[in-house]
């Protein structure tokens, strides 16, 4: 049997109803005076009927309206790039389409892809836009944002990806700019092909003009990454150059070469605070920067950055800590390492000095994290009313929720059973696991029945004996109504052992469909969360082609009184994309740690797997701050954090006191910065002036003309150079590169282009697959749920018309029968 849903009756002008009470009263004054209570009551009816007609009454339906003609708009990337694919892609795709629906025709060429902005420019709500492209976009607005403008305007993007057919090698160099006087140095040299196939070249890489490495390699993959190291023995203006040469399959030359300027300074001035200077903390410091060893602040102004190793706040007077805000508030760095003295154990908590911290040194109670299970409907229902893409598209887009880096997470598919999609809770600090859950997700298949209580069922195993926040989110069209009982029994049982639960419901094509509505025309899916929660808060309804908003606060739970430090505890990167973490690559354990909770404003960018901050930094005032809360790693058997500093874990060192540094370079003279760039794009100068006030000149390689700069503050300046010559540059002294045109770096198909187009809505192709199956997809797209009003104002009147008449049809039935009752007296 199905279930019709109740469609609640709303007014245009409902304040014109309050004329029925004066109406009312007025009837029973006339009743209590003994006026015929019949025709009273007839009369306040009709009456009552007119106002409500008066008060403009009507109802909300759901109108299902399709185009069978949906109108395309195909953008060809037919840049340079695009040489490696196959000619003509695009147009094929055009005349496919142009003969069977309105579809016009977007061409993108020469050396600059402006995907992202082609899609803004033709994202108009009415049509759809197909893009023929290698997804390399390397102009203009990001490919990301403009896909989620066009995702706001309710414009779906699909994507056809062309066959590659020719392979080609490109090269960098990657590493920092500003390196320091005799210190080794590492940089990485990324060689990339378009293709999956097994490549040999020779590498050549040159330290001004002295080879420093060369080889024969060997790569299969899509990337590799060659290491190299070197001392710059030399101040000032310095460049790297890597040259790759093919062996073979390699279409342009012009990426197989790149240079790289590097400015060398003078080792920057820190100060280090240490109870003991042979930690390998301070080894590393003191290879890498000129330090002072001290405990006394009188003479920081001339220093970068300060260290504080282990200091009790016993050793601070309040002198000195006003002297370090002082210090960092003017621009200057900050880094607090841990240890047995520090932070909870060095009486930080609620002091003075720990206003300048990006903590507090009050213990975080750890108790297993985040642990959230997706349950996905995947039944017969959600393909037949347009609900699955959206369904799975919202799963990716939680799965992809920075929020949720240090959570485990589990999907469970429900249909005709409840199907285990991740092998049980999933750690999605990992990029591999993220990557894997989101595959699997879109090779979900549809099954046939809705069974929310078999996906529940499971979950309820997972999350048994689980601790921390225990969170389940379903994401359904709503059509539970089969199990709903047994689902809610569930349900009940998990909420009482503390699981909170979500419920996204997805608007199907067709809303009425059998089992979304009960007998009193609610909706299951809310009554669902409303009966678990007692609220609606966890409850989103939206439309097809939308993402919930799911906020999800910190699960830090407090109080705890004492560190954990029985370990080994894994280390990872949290934040990935901070100058402190990227391109370290972080793999090692440390066996203790402060435990401490990161303020509001704080980012946390290396925790240990159970969720504890190992480095934390914000800025105070114009300055930064590091807490590292692990230790220098001295001694044999308490030490915590000795592998931290040896291998590719002692960049995390420099990193973290470069990044409170700020600017290694000393404040005098003209202070030039800009990096390097690529042909035909523009370069970003800032300068900032230090000697004496006035616009600085620039020149670029001795030309006569100066660079055109303009004021952006005090002795600081701004401005830009567009280069089309592949060289090394000379900006005053100041070295630049300027590299191949940014059309050839990324070479071959993009691999994260997939994910971008399902993840807001879309659909990949292949060229064959788009002419077969895009315009059915595009008319399915086109088909849309609109609510409209209908008027019932006349039947209103007709009702009231109809009640008059038929009243004074029984009034005269009843005199002709009084009538003729007379007469046969």
Same mark, same amino acid.
């Given at each position: ?10 007014? @245009? ?43 403009? *009454? ?32 695009? /147009? ?9 629906? *309105? ?7 020469? =050396? ?25 976009? %390397? ?23 062309? /066959?590659? @057919? ?41 330290? %001004? =003009? ?111 800590? =006003? ?78 929720? @920075? ?15 409840? /199907? ?108 669902? #969360? ?42 990872? /990167? ?106 035909? +794009? ?9 000697? =004496? ?13 100066? #660079?055109? &700069? ?62 077969? &199956? ?13 609510? +409209? ?16 008449? &038929? ?19």
């Amino acid at each position: 049997m199905v279930s019709l849903p109740f469609i609640p009756l709303s007014f @245009e002008h409902p304040e014109i109803i309050l004329l029925i009470v004066p109406l009312i009263i007025a009837a029973l004054y006339l009743i209590h005076k003994g006026t015929n209570t019949r025709i009273i009551e007839s009369r306040v009816i009709i009456i009552s009927l007119l106002i409500l007609a008066l008060a403009s *009454p009507y109802i909300t339906v759901s109108e299902t309206r399709t185009d069978e003609n949906p109108n395309l708009v195909v953008i060809s990337d037919e840049t340079s790039s695009m040489q490696l694919f196959e000619d003509g892609t695009g /147009e094929r795709i055009y005349e496919s389409m142009a003969s069977k629906t *309105p579809t016009s025709m977007v061409r993108l060429t020469g =050396e600059k892809t402006n995907l992202g902005d082609a899609i803004i420019q033709n994202s108009g709500g009415d049509n759809q836009i197909v893009i023929v492209t290698d997804g390399n976009n %390397n102009h203009g607005e990001s490919l990301e944002s403009a896909l989620e403008f066009a995702d706001n305007t309710g414009t779906n993007v699909y994507a056809v990806q062309p /066959e590659l @057919e020719t392979n080609d090698l490109s090269v960098q160099i990657k590493g920092d700019k500003t390196v320091v006087l005799n210190n080794e140095n590492q940089f990485e040299i990324v060689v990339s092909q378009a293709m999956d196939k097994k490549i040999k070249y020779d590498l050549e890489v040159y330290a %001004n =003009e002295t080879l420093i490495r060369s080889g024969t390699f060997t790569q299969s993959g899509r990337e590799k990454t060659i290491d190299v190291k070197y001392t710059f023995e030399s101040l000032g203006a310095n460049h790297l150059r890597a040259v790759i040469t093919p062996q073979s399959g390699d279409i342009d030359s012009v990426n197989n070469r790149f240079y790289k300027s590097v400015y060398v300074i003078s080792k920057p001035n820190i100060q280090l605070t240490a109870n003991n200077i042979d930690s390998p903390l301070s080894r590393i410091l003191y290879d890498l920067y000129d330090v002072t060893a001290s405990s006394n602040f009188s003479n920081i102004e001339n220093k970068k950055a300060v260290i504080l190793d282990n200091q009790h706040i016993n050793t601070l007077s309040q002198n000195e800590v =006003e002297k370090l805000k002082n210090y960092v508030t003017d621009g200057n760095g900050l880094v607090v390492v841990g240890g047995d003295q520090s932070y909870s154990f060095g009486g930080y908590l609620n002091s003075s000095f720990e206003e300048l911290l990006p903590v507090t040194s009050k213990p975080t109670k750890w108790t297993g994290g985040r642990n959230i299970v997706l349950v996905l409907d995947v039944s017969q229902s959600t393909a037949a009313h347009g609900t699955q893409s959206n369904i799975l598209g919202n799963a990716v887009n939680l799965i992809q929720n @920075e929020n949720l880096r240090d959570a485990n997470l589990g999907v469970i598919a429900f249909g005709t059973e409840g /199907e285990d999609v991740s092998n049980g809770l999933v750690y999605l600090g990992i990029p591999s696991n993220r990557e894997r859950l989101e595959n699997k997700i879109r090779n979900l298949k549809t099954e046939t029945d809705t069974s929310l209580n078999l996906g529940l069922s499971v979950s309820q195993e997972w999350l048994q004996g689980e601790t921390g926040k225990l969170e389940v989110i379903v994401i359904s069209d709503g059509a539970i109504g089969s199990s709903y009982q047994k689902s809610l029994d569930i349900a009940n049982d998990m909420k009482k052992k503390g699981v909170n639960f979500y419920f996204v419901n997805i608007e199907p094509s067709d809303p009425s469909i059998e089992g979304r509505y009960d007998n009193r025309g609610d909706l299951y899916a809310k009554r669902f #969360i409303t009966e678990i929660e007692g609220t609606t808060d966890t409850y989103f309804q939206i439309q097809r082609d939308q993402r919930a908003n799911l906020v999800f606060e910190d699960s830090d739970i407090p109080d705890d009184e004492d560190i954990s430090d029985s370990g080994p505890f894994p280390v990872i /990167e949290y934040n990935s994309n901070h100058f402190i973490t990227r391109d370290i690559n972080i793999t090692g354990n440390v066996s203790g740690y402060n435990d401490i909770t990161p303020k509001a404003g704080a980012q946390r960018l290396v925790i240990t797997t159970n969720g504890k901050p190992i480095v934390t930094s914000w800025r105070f005032g114009l300055g930064r701050v590091v807490s590292y809360t692990t230790d220098n790693g001295y001694g044999s058997g308490n030490r915590w954090a000795s592998q931290m500093y040896s291998g590719n874990n002692s960049k995390l060192t420099s990193k973290m006191v470069n990044w409170a540094i700020g600017n290694p370079r000393a404040e005098e003279g003209i202070v030039l910065n800009a990096p390097d760039g690529w042909s035909g +794009t523009p370069v970003e100068l800032s300068l900032t002036r230090y000697d =004496e006030r006035g616009l600085p000149s620039l020149q670029l390689d001795d030309r006569d003309e100066n #660079i055109e &700069l303009s004021v952006t503050g005090e002795n600081t300046y701004e401005g830009s150079i567009t280069v089309d010559k592949i060289s090394m540059h000379d900006i005053s002294g100041y070295p630049v590169a300027v590299n191949y045109a940014l059309e050839y770096r990324d070479v071959g198909f993009n691999e994260n282009l997939p994910t971008l187009i399902k993840t807001h809505g879309g659909k990949m192709y292949k060229e064959q697959e788009a002419r077969a &199956l895009l315009l059915d997809d595009a008319k399915e797209s086109a088909t849309k749920t609109v609510q +409209t009003p209908f008027d019932l104002k006349m039947y209103f009147i007709l009702t009231a018309l109809g009640l008059f008449l &038929l009243e004074i049809v029984l009034r005269r039935v009843r005199e002709i029968r009084e009538y003729k009752n007379t007469e046969n007296e």
